[in-house]
Every structure is written in structure tokens, then in C-alpha cells.
């Protein structure tokens, strides 16, 4: 395993320990929802479908169309806001 590997697995451990991993997701959710990013991939997941036939998807395929998209979508605000928290509670919890 790498040392970036390793790393990011103790910054998820130490979130998940704490909690915040779960407040971060929240967080995110809210967010999402606010700035309309989960009614926009609702409508392109809509389009998927209707381009395909229902019939001609699955979950997973759904999930493969949408994906980029998706991240794509995510406000830099949104993104920003939540690395600055991870960041402040990396340095609250320093060991």
C-alpha cells in the first residue's frame, strides 16, 4: 500500500471514529439539495432512461451514465467548504 493509500485511510478511519465522516455527509446532502444538484441529476437520470428504454437499464448502468456528470456538477463552493472542514478537523485531531 502507498503512503498516500495509507494516509487517506487514517483520515477516513479518524472521521469515521469521531462521527464526522456521517456530519460531513449530511452536510453534503443539504448542500446538494440546496444549490438544485440533486434535482438536475434526477432529470438527467430521467433522460438516461428515456434514451435507453426502461427496459434497457440497469441500476448499475445507471450509475456508470450519471457518474461523471454528477461530479461534474458539484459546486466548487460546496467542495471547497467541505475540505476546509475535513481540514479543520484533521488539525483539531492532529496525533
Known amino acids: 500500500m502507498s ?17 464526522e465522516r456521517e456530519r460531513l455527509k449530511e452536510l453534503l446532502r443539504a448542500k446538494l439539495t ?9 432529470a438527467h437520470c430521467k ?10 437499464v440497469t441500476v448499475e448502468d445507471l450509475v456508470v451514465d450519471i457518474t461523471p456528470k454528477g461530479r461534474a456538477l458539484v459546486p466548487d463552493s ?9 481540514r479543520a478537523f484533521l488539525a483539531q485531531h492532529a496525533t
Do not use: P, Y
Open 3 to 19: 503512503k498516500e493509500s495509507r494516509m487517506r485511510a487514517s483520515v477516513n478511519q479518524k472521521l469515521t471514529e469521531m462521527g
Open 34 to 42: 440546496e444549490c438544485g444538484w440533486k434535482d438536475q441529476m434526477k
Open 47 to 56: 433522460e438516461v432512461i428515456k434514451e435507453k428504454g426502461l427496459d434497457h
Open 78 to 86: 460546496v467542495k471547497k467548504e467541505l475540505l476546509q472542514r475535513i
